[in-house]
């Protein structure tokens, strides 16, 4: 089945650091890919997203790169700022056909940037 | 912006009890998902819901049902409240259609199981 690999946190940078966080996944078929945060006491909310291959999702100074050949998503930001501190889901949907917008969730990673 | 709202933030309940989680969502959507956050195993799907109705079996059902009367209101029943069920629970939904449709999430149900 479809499945969602992520690196385990936490992830402790100093704040004006460059982000990565990597994501690799098995599907069939031509998924999407997603990135969500989830902030402290609250319920994950979408980051960015990519539906086909070479697609690159931004938003707020995040990126990622749908890599097909590598099955690969990887998350970057160029400088990342202590209110980005969350955890950090890699997601995919509805690789075949009959299971779309049902997601996959990778185990999720915490990013911790101090000051 | 689309509004979930999970009824509880923070529930606790013993051993046998039956436990009801009611989630609403206020932008007409077809689908509604029902997961649980576990530490180092991420979200898994216990229930969804592709209409009023309907419901399918996700990842981890079992001790698990649910109920959608309604478009905007989706429940998730613990018939029989288990020490193991204590957890983080999760209502989504989206939009019927394409792959991409994002999912919405509430701010989450603290659930201990005593």
């Known amino acids: 089945g479809d499945s969602v690999t992520q690196m385990e946190g936490p992830v402790t940078l100093s704040e004006e650091a460059f982000l990565t966080i990597n994501c690799t996944y098995t599907?069939?078929?031509?998924?999407?890919l997603f990135w969500y945060v989830q902030y402290p006491g609250e319920g994950l909310q979408l980051l960015l997203k990519?539906?086909?291959?070479?697609d690159k999702g931004s938003n707020k100074g995040f990126e990622a790169t749908y890599r097909k050949e590598t099955t690969s998503f990887h998350l970057e930001k160029g400088s990342v700022q202590v209110s980005d501190s969350a955890v950090y889901f890699c997601?995919?949907?509805?690789?075949?056909?009959?299971?779309?917008?049902?997601?996959?969730f990778g185990t999720g990673t915490r990013l911790q940037v101090t000051l | 912006d689309v509004k979930v709202t999970q009824s509880s933030r923070y529930l606790v309940k013993r051993t046998g009890e039956k436990v009801f989680l009611e989630c609403v969502q206020d932008?007409?959507?077809?689908?509604m998902f029902w997961y649980r956050q576990d530490p180092g195993l991420g979200l898994r799907l216990i229930y969804f819901?592709?209409?009023?109705?309907?419901?399918e079996k996700g990842d981890i059902p079992e001790g698990y049902s649910v109920s959608r009367e309604k478009k905007e209101r989706f429940s998730l029943i613990l018939e029989s409240a288990s020490t193991n069920q204590t957890s983080m629970y999760l209502c989504a939904s989206s939009a019927r259609g394409a792959r991409s449709s994002p999912l919405h999430f509430g701010n989450g149900t603290r659930l201990t199981v005593t």
């Open positions: 997601a995919l949907s509805g690789g075949r056909t009959g299971t779309a917008s049902k997601l996959t």
């Open positions: 599907a069939t078929g031509y998924p999407s």
């Open positions: 990519a539906t086909k291959a070479d």
């Open positions: 819901s592709y209409d009023v109705k309907m419901k």
């Open positions: 932008m007409d959507h077809e689908n």
